[in-house]
T-cell receptor
Framework: AQSVAQPEDQVNVAEGNPLTVKCTYSVSGNPYLFWYVQYPNRGLQFLLKYITGDNLVKGSYGFEAEFNKSQTSFHLKKPSALVSDSALYFCAVRDRSGYALNFGKGTSLLVTP | NAGVTQTPKFQVLKTGQSMTLQCAQDMNHNSMYWYRQDPGMGLRLIYYSASEGTTDKGEVPNGYNVSRLNKREFSLRLESAAPSQTSVYFC?????????????FGPGTRLTVL
């Protein structure tokens, strides 16, 4: 089955420092990978996706993600964290049917002033 | 353009009661989805509708039924609610032109079953 894993339940970063939220994947065939963010008491918002092509994908709010085939990873990054980036981040992969997404368990990001 | 809307936002039920969660999208998307979110478990797919007139089970369909009323609306019904169905429910939609299409989510319904 197509799956993703987020090894960290929580990531703490000081404002202004770079942040990384980790995601590894396990798929057969080419992976279609996504990152979503969830702010408190809100729905999920799309950040970025990797389909094919350039391994560095740029998304919303200054986020980017690096696709690494040899390490089967798709880590989310931002050069300089903001307190407002504090939220729950989900990595997801398109399932074999091609219709639904399989989500990781989520990583809570806390950016402190 | 409201995107994906869900009603109600909050609901409290007693064990054994029934209710229907409503979802509508105004983006002319073909595919629609129902997920549930539980702490530490991410989002799990309950049912989806790849196109109008079709529905399929996801990872956790037991205790739920769905209806794709038309292209815009996809409802989720709990016939006899159980405490294990306490969760936050999200509806999503996707244009479904290819596997690369993005899913867009509604704001969620927070359901408590006592």
């Amino acid at each position: 089955a197509q799956s993703v894993a987020q090894p960290e339940d929580q990531v703490n970063v000081a404002e202004g420092n770079p942040l990384t939220v980790k995601c590894t994947y396990s798929v057969s065939g080419n992976p279609y990978l996504f990152w979503y963010v969830q702010y408190p008491n809100r729905g999920l918002q799309f950040l970025l996706k990797y389909i094919t092509g350039d391994n560095l994908v740029k998304g919303s709010y200054g986020f980017e993600a690096e696709f690494n085939k040899s390490q089967t990873s798709f880590h989310l990054k931002k050069p300089s964290a903001l307190v407002s980036d504090s939220a729950l981040y989900f990595c997801a992969v398109r399932d074999r049917s091609g219709y639904a997404l399989n989500f990781g368990k989520g990583t809570s990001l806390l950016v402190t002033p | 353009n409201a995107g994906v809307t869900q009603t109600p936002k909050f609901q409290v039920l007693k064990t054994g009661q029934s209710m229907t969660l409503q979802c509508a999208q105004d983006m002319n998307h073909n595919s629609m989805y129902w997920y549930r979110q539980d702490p530490g478990m991410g989002l799990r797919l309950i049912y989806y509708s790849a196109s109008e007139g079709t529905t399929d089970k996801g990872e956790v369909p037991n205790g739920y039924n769905v209806s794709r009323l038309n292209k815009r609306e996809f409802s989720l019904r709990l016939e006899s609610a159980a405490p294990s169905q306490t969760s936050v429910y999200f509806c999503a939609s996707r244009i479904s032109g290819s596997s690369a299409d993005t899913q867009y989510f509604g704001p969620g319904t927070r359901l408590t079953v006592l």
